[in-house]
T-cell receptor, first 119, second 116 residues
């Protein structure tokens, strides 16, 4: 089956612009998470969406936002771009367990990422 | 709060030698632990996961990891390194006790170099 698809793979923006990244999860997966990867900060959790609702959020400013559509596809948006937003943005999908006792055992399947460069 | 610490940002081993990548976790609840691998210009691929079923976990590509509660460790090993193992490896932890606590907290990564 098809994996997690992220578009675009590479993009270049200038400071002050905004960007929208897209993620199509594996068929049947209803949870989508976003992570930012930078050399300095490593992998950091941005947010998670499940059934079109944000379920969990990391420590990022309000310039970072996301949404999920009824078909589970997700987008994240970064407004007023800063140089420090240059990063690899990774999307991951999972089949989210509804039993809270084992929900942490969800396996995330990652896409190849969208590499954003801010000039 | 949960966290993982990966000892050694760079590890070099000779082809055919033992691979040992270290990970120690900190968690106030029984954790779920994962090892992911990232090849250049790619996303993360799951190698293996620990979910309390067995302390010795076997993963893909000949890797395995042992959960040691007394040492709060989850080190990754492979008996014989192959050139194709050169990549960056991430240890990660997630919570198990609360719904909505599925986010992964990653370590800083270990870059593995294989010497021919």
């Amino acid at each position: 089956k098809a994996g997690v698809t992220q578009t675009p793979r590479y993009l270049i923006k200038t400071r002050g612009q905004q960007v929208t990244l897209s993620c199509s999860p594996i068929s049947g997966h209803r949870s989508v998470s976003w992570y930012q990867q930078t050399p300095g900060q490593g992998l950091q959790f941005l947010f998670e969406y499940f059934s079109e609702t944000q379920r969990n959020k990391g420590n990022f400013p309000g310039r970072f936002s996301g949404r999920q559509f009824s078909n589970s596809r997700s987008e994240m948006n970064v407004s007023t771009l800063e140089l420090g937003d240059s990063a690899l943005y990774l999307c991951a999908s999972s089949f989210r367990f509804t039993d809270s006792r084992i929900s942490g055992a969800n396996v995330l399947t990652f896409g190849a990422g969208s590499r954003l460069t801010v000039l | 709060a949960q966290s993982v610490t990966q000892l050694g940002s760079h590890v070099s081993v000779s082809e055919g030698a033992l691979v040992l990548l270290r990970c120690n976790y900190s968690s106030s609840v029984p954790p779920y632990l994962f090892w992911y691998v990232q090849y250049p210009n790619q996303g993360l691929q799951l190698l293996l996961k620990y979910t309390s079923a067995a302390t010795l976990v076997k993963g893909i590509n000949g890797f395995e990891a042992e959960f040691k509660k007394s040492e709060t460790s989850f080190h990754l090993t492979k008996p014989s390194a192959h050139m194709s193992d050169a990549a960056e490896y991430f240890c990660a932890v997630s919570g198990s006790s609360n719904f909505g606590n599925e986010k992964l907290t990653f370590g800083t990564g270990t870059r593995l170099t294989i010497i021919p």
